[in-house]
C-alpha cells in the first residue's frame, strides 16, 4: 500500500528549504533533517511534481468539495485555526526552466491560476515551502495516491481566454512572465555582447543582473534557485544560437509573415469571390490549387498555340483537338 511518505520522499529537492518558523528565515538541509520541520520544499527548483495551494478559511479542508473540484492527495490543516495547505501530484511533472518545451508549462500555469480562484486560495503564496504533511503539527489528511494528469485537472475547469489564462504575477505565471520577459532582452542583447568580444560568463552574469530586476517587481519573487536556473538556460541557448545570421533569418521571416498579413488583409477587403460568383471557402481552394486565372488574363486560357486559339473559338474544334477551358467552366 502506498503512503504518503512513498509520494513525498522520492521527489524531494536534493537539499531543501525546511523551517520551524518562516518568519526566522529558511535553512536548507538534507533530507533527513529538512522533513523534521514543520515547513518544507515539496518541488525542486526547475520541476513542479506539486500544485501547492494555501487556502486561508475556516474548514479549509473541504474547499475542494464545496466548489467541486477532484480531492488533492493531500490536505494539512492548521488545527489551531483550520486554515490548511493541500497538494495535487502530477503524474509528470512540469519543467520550469525555459530548458523544456513552454506549452506544458503555460498549460500547467493557466490551470494553476483556475483552481487558486476556485479554491479562493492566497494569490500571493509563493509555493517554496509549505506546511510538511508528514509533521505532527498538522492535523494530515491523506486522502489518496493518484497523479493527476494536467487533462485530469482541466475537466474540473474552466479555462480562460490564452491573454488572461496565465496570472502573471503569482504561483507559475511568474516563470512564464520571466522567460519571456528575459529571452525578449536577451534577443536584443545578445548580438551587442557578441560584438564587443565579451566572453559567456559575463553574459550570464548580466542575464543574472536582468532577471533578478524582473522578479523583484513580483509581489512574491522567486526563489534565487529558481531564478538562477532560468536564466542559465536562456543565457546557454541565446549565446550558442542567436548568432548575426540567425538574427537576419528571423527578420527576414518576420518581414515575410507582415507581407502575407498585408496580402491577405487586402483580399479579404476586395472579395474577389463575389466578383466571380463563388464562395470564400471554393475561391481559396481553387487559389491553393492553381485553378484560379490571373486579373489582366482574357476569358480563354491558351493552348500555346498561337492564332489557332482564336480561330477555334469561330470553328467547331476537331474532335483530337485540345479543349478550351473558359472561365465559366471553371466556375462551375
Known amino acids: 500500500m502506498t503512503t504518503l511518505t512513498d509520494l513525498i520522499l522520492p521527489r524531494l529537492p536534493r537539499r531543501p528549504y525546511c523551517t520551524d518558523n518562516p518568519s526566522q528565515g529558511l535553512i536548507i538541509r538534507g533530507p533527513d533533517v529538512a522533513t523534521t520541520k514543520s515547513h518544507l520544499q515539496l518541488n525542486p527548483s526547475a520541476l513542479r511534481h506539486w500544485l501547492l495551494f494555501d487556502i486561508d478559511a475556516p474548514l479549509a479542508a473541504l474547499t475542494w468539495e464545496r466548489v467541486n473540484l477532484p480531492p488533492p492527495n493531500w490536505v494539512a490543516v492548521n488545527p489551531e485555526n483550520s486554515h490548511a495547505h493541500c497538494g495535487y501530484l502530477l503524474e509528470v511533472p512540469v519543467i520550469t526552466s525555459p530548458g523544456c518545451h513552454e506549452k506544458p508549462l503555460r498549460y500547467a500555469a493557466a490551470i494553476e491560476n483556475a483552481y487558486c480562484r476556485k479554491l479562493r486560495a492566497d494569490p500571493g503564496y509563493a509555493g517554496l515551502i509549505c506546511k510538511n504533511p508528514l509533521h505532527e503539527r498538522w492535523r494530515t489528511w491523506f486522502i489518496h495516491d493518484h497523479a493527476y494528469s494536467?487533462?485530469?485537472?482541466?475537466?474540473?475547469?474552466?479555462?480562460?481566454?490564452?491573454?488572461?489564462?496565465?496570472?502573471?504575477?503569482?504561483?507559475?505565471?511568474?516563470?512564464?512572465?520571466?522567460?519571456?520577459?528575459?529571452?525578449?532582452?536577451?534577443?536584443?542583447?545578445?548580438?551587442?555582447?557578441?560584438?564587443?568580444?565579451?566572453?559567456?560568463?559575463?553574459?550570464?552574469?548580466?542575464?543574472?543582473?536582468?532577471?533578478?530586476?524582473?522578479?523583484?517587481?513580483?509581489?512574491?519573487?522567486?526563489?534565487?534557485?529558481?531564478?538562477?536556473?532560468?536564466?542559465?538556460?536562456?543565457?546557454?541557448?541565446?549565446?550558442?544560437?542567436?548568432?548575426?545570421?540567425?538574427?537576419?533569418?528571423?527578420?527576414?521571416?518576420?518581414?515575410?509573415?507582415?507581407?502575407?498579413?498585408?496580402?491577405?488583409?487586402?483580399?479579404?477587403?476586395?472579395?474577389?469571390?463575389?466578383?466571380?460568383?463563388?464562395?470564400?471557402?471554393?475561391?481559396?481552394?481553387?487559389?491553393?490549387?492553381?485553378?484560379?486565372?490571373?486579373?489582366?488574363?482574357?476569358?480563354?486560357?491558351?493552348?500555346?498555340?498561337?492564332?489557332?486559339?482564336?480561330e477555334r473559338r469561330n470553328h467547331s474544334p476537331h474532335p483530337s483537338a485540345k479543349p478550351i477551358y473558359h472561365r465559366s467552366h471553371l466556375n462551375r
Not at 482541466?154 to 516563470?175: D, Q, Y
Open 150 to 310: 494536467l487533462d485530469e485537472l482541466t475537466e474540473w475547469v474552466s479555462l480562460a481566454k490564452p491573454s488572461r489564462a496565465v496570472e502573471p504575477h503569482i504561483g507559475l505565471g511568474r516563470n512564464v512572465t520571466l522567460f519571456d520577459t528575459l529571452r525578449n532582452w536577451a534577443y536584443r542583447m545578445a548580438l551587442i555582447y557578441k560584438s564587443a568580444n565579451a566572453t559567456q560568463d559575463l553574459w550570464f552574469r548580466a542575464l543574472l543582473h536582468e532577471a533578478e530586476g524582473i522578479n523583484s517587481r513580483f509581489p512574491t519573487p522567486l526563489s534565487f534557485p529558481e531564478v538562477r536556473t532560468l536564466t542559465k538556460s536562456v543565457a546557454k541557448w541565446t549565446w550558442r544560437v542567436f548568432t548575426q545570421h540567425a538574427f537576419s533569418e528571423i527578420q527576414r521571416a518576420r518581414a515575410q509573415r507582415r507581407w502575407s498579413e498585408a496580402d491577405a488583409n487586402s483580399v479579404e477587403k476586395a472579395k474577389p469571390w463575389e466578383q466571380l460568383g463563388i464562395s470564400r471557402r471554393t475561391y481559396y481552394y481553387r487559389k491553393k490549387a492553381g485553378l484560379l486565372l490571373p486579373d489582366d488574363c482574357t476569358d480563354a486560357i491558351s493552348d500555346n498555340s498561337g492564332d489557332r486559339t482564336r
